[in-house]
């Protein structure tokens, strides 16, 4: 379902609609019949998607060797065509038997400086509205509080950069409640 790039005067298209009211969507891009749905099943996911608030979070987990994700890159574009907007998500941790796998170490300055500029270049290229950069992230506090406090320790200095990328992209970081 990829399209091309977007442009920057694209991106402008994913910008946030001005509303009086809170806006609202779905987490997740997860057509029927996941995890093997076929090419319709796409289709009408991506169909429904403005009539369930418009928004759909998109998490990817970043890896040191993968840069932007693809995902980041082409959402928009499929949102443009089937009338959504994309929340971008880029964490850095995976599900795993058990738990998860952390997939940037923290206290890496190397794995920081790779995440953080993958960061500021989702930033800079595609000007989201919003950018995600930690999902659930007190998962990670409950499996490894060490490396949950160096992410926070390495925190601002990413939320800096990406906001110093695109002053209008408003940075945050979701928890999961249960």
Same mark, same amino acid.
């Given at each position: 379902?990829?399209?091309?790039?977007? +442009?920057?005067?694209?991106?402008?298209?994913?910008?946030?609609?001005? +509303?009086?009211?809170? #806006?609202? /969507?779905?987490?997740?891009?997860?057509?029927?019949?996941?995890?093997?749905?076929?090419?319709?099943? !796409?289709?009408?996911?991506?169909?429904?998607?403005?009539?369930?608030?418009?928004? &759909?979070?998109?998490?990817?987990?970043?890896?040191?060797?993968?840069?932007?994700?693809?995902?980041?890159? +082409?959402?928009?574009?499929?949102?443009?065509? !089937?009338?959504?907007?994309?929340?971008?998500?880029?964490?850095?941790?995976?599900?795993?038997?058990?738990?998860?796998?952390? +997939? &940037?170490?923290?206290?890496?300055? /190397?794995? &920081? $400086?790779?995440?953080?500029?993958?960061?500021?270049?989702?930033? $800079?290229?595609?000007?989201?509205?919003?950018?995600?950069?930690?999902?659930?992230?007190?998962?990670?506090?409950?499996?490894?509080?060490? #490396?949950?406090?160096?992410?926070?320790?390495?925190?601002?200095?990413?939320?800096?950069?990406?906001?110093?990328?695109?002053?209008?992209?408003?940075?945050? &970081?979701?928890?999961?409640?249960?």
């Amino acid at each position: 379902m990829a399209g091309p790039e977007p +442009t920057p005067a694209e991106t402008a298209a994913n910008a946030p609609a001005a +509303t009086a009211g809170p #806006a609202y /969507g779905i987490a997740g891009l997860v057509p029927p019949h996941h995890p093997a749905p076929a090419e319709v099943d !796409y289709r009408t996911f991506f169909e429904a998607l403005p009539g369930l608030g418009g928004w &759909v979070g998109t998490y990817v987990a970043w890896t040191p060797e993968g840069g932007v994700p693809d995902v980041v890159r +082409t959402q928009p574009e499929v949102g443009r065509r !089937y009338g959504y907007r994309t929340l971008p998500i880029v964490g850095f941790h995976r599900d795993a038997a058990g738990g998860l796998t952390l +997939t &940037v170490d923290f206290t890496d300055d /190397g794995q &920081v $400086r790779a995440y953080t500029d993958a960061l500021v270049a989702v930033a $800079r290229d595609l000007r989201p509205p919003f950018l995600g950069i930690g999902n659930e992230v007190n998962r990670i506090w409950e499996h490894d509080p060490a #490396a949950y406090e160096a992410w926070v320790r390495a925190l601002p200095g990413i939320a800096g950069a990406v906001r110093a990328a695109s002053p209008d992209t408003r940075v945050f &970081v979701t928890f999961q409640y249960e």
